[in-house]
Nanobody
């Protein structure tokens, strides 16, 4: 019953900035661990960042110091601030919800394309 809708993807030059947003509905957002995954063609899907209901965060080593995940529980929204973007960040980015905190990530958004040119 959880619905996730992403926005904010687009085309940017290397070194640029984007902020992705994900709005959750039809669920108890404050209880969820929220995550951002990304997948590029021919590559493994990877977890970019996650934030739990206590606002504890985790990041992939490849994005530490450049990306920041945050949440606004009053708006049922999770954000991914992406700075100093690199061509290797190019991928489809997916918002996910883990309702029980066990890493299942059963609920996914439709994805938003991020393309970084060199």
């Amino acid at each position: 019953q959880v619905q996730l809708v992403e926005s904010g993807g687009g085309l940017v030059q290397a070194g640029g900035t984007l902020r992705l947003s994900c709005v959750a509905s039809r669920g108890i957002f404050i209880l969820y661990t929220m995550g951002w995954f990304r997948q590029a063609p021919g590559k493994q899907r990877e977890l970019v960042a996650r934030i739990n209901r206590s606002s504890v965060t985790n990041y992939a080593e490849s994005v530490k110091g450049r990306f920041t995940i945050s949440r606004d529980n009053a708006k049922n929204t999770v954000y991914l601030q992406m700075n100093s973007l690199k061509p290797e960040d190019t991928a489809v980015y997916y918002c996910t919800a883990d309702l029980d905190g066990l890493g299942h990530y059963d609920y996914w958004g439709q994805g938003t394309q991020v393309t970084v040119s060199s």
